[in-house]
């Protein structure tokens, strides 16, 4: 279930590589990286309003710009199509069934968004996702101190996904994708293999899962930039 910010993109995403597969879906809230498919931009976050209906509270509303991307400009227009139709109902629904509300945002925001990215004007949607959560009220005790927050800091991780044959020189890996199932952080590889991966904590370990011409492997890293990744390929027929 989609409990975070975090978690809500990384749910929409997956739902939206689901519904276009084998279309690439990318969740990026650093430089674009050029690449066929749909890319999610986060483009604000803002408290929402109280909904009191089912015992529910709409803690934020989050903004997020989709564009298409497509060398053939046909397909470009047939998948930023698929994209709008999907979301004209008004919800999608995650991995484990929960129904998610969604709003098509109209107008000029979409170009201001874009240009907001630095992106040139392109085939693309603002849509505002909603995070709901249950919540139990139950009566509390007077808070007799005020209560600190303490913003920790967010780093990102960048490098090359290599595959390794044996004989061979190690070759960029495009199209692979490098996910931190702890933090519920996900991204592709371009054409040349270069990754980026935002939303990590600015140091220490993290564990990292590569998926790529249907192989898995996994690895710890320590390192936040310069970053190689090698994928055996031993077991690719």
């Given amino acids: 279930m989609a409990d975070t910010v975090g978690g809500l993109l990384f749910a929409f995403q997956s739902w939206l590589a689901s519904e276009f597969a084998p279309a690439t879906v990318r969740l990026d809230v650093a430089e674009p990286v050029p690449n066929e498919g749909i890319s999610i931009f986060v483009t604000r976050v803002e408290r929402g309003t109280e909904d009191r209906r089912a015992g529910e509270y ?14 053939e400009p046909a397909e470009a227009a047939n998948l930023a199509g698929e994209v709008v139709f999907a979301l004209s109902e008004g919800q999608w629904i995650d991995e484990s069934g929960k129904r998610h509300r969604v709003e098509l945002v109209a107008g000029t925001e979409v170009d201001a968004a874009l240009a907001a990215l630095g992106r040139p004007r392109a085939l693309a949607t603002l849509v505002r996702l909603s995070l709901v959560r249950e919540r139990e009220r139950r009566a509390v005790r007077p808070v007799l101190k005020p209560l600190e927050l303490e913003i920790g800091e967010i780093g990102q991780m960048e490098g090359t996904v290599v595959g390794e044959i044996p004989g061979s020189e190690p070759r960029p890996l495009p199209e692979a994708r490098v996910t931190a199932p702890d933090f519920r952080r996900t991204t592709v590889s371009d054409n040349d293999g270069r990754f980026r991966l935002a939303g990590l904590p600015p140091e220490g370990p993290v564990s990292l899962v590569v998926s790529a011409k249907g192989l898995t492997h996994s690895v710890s890293v320590s390192k936040r930039s310069g970053v190689r990744l090698v994928v055996p390929m031993n077991n690719l027929n």
């Fill in 58 to 71: 709409l803690a934020v509303d989050v903004s997020v710009l989709l564009v298409v991307d497509h060398r």
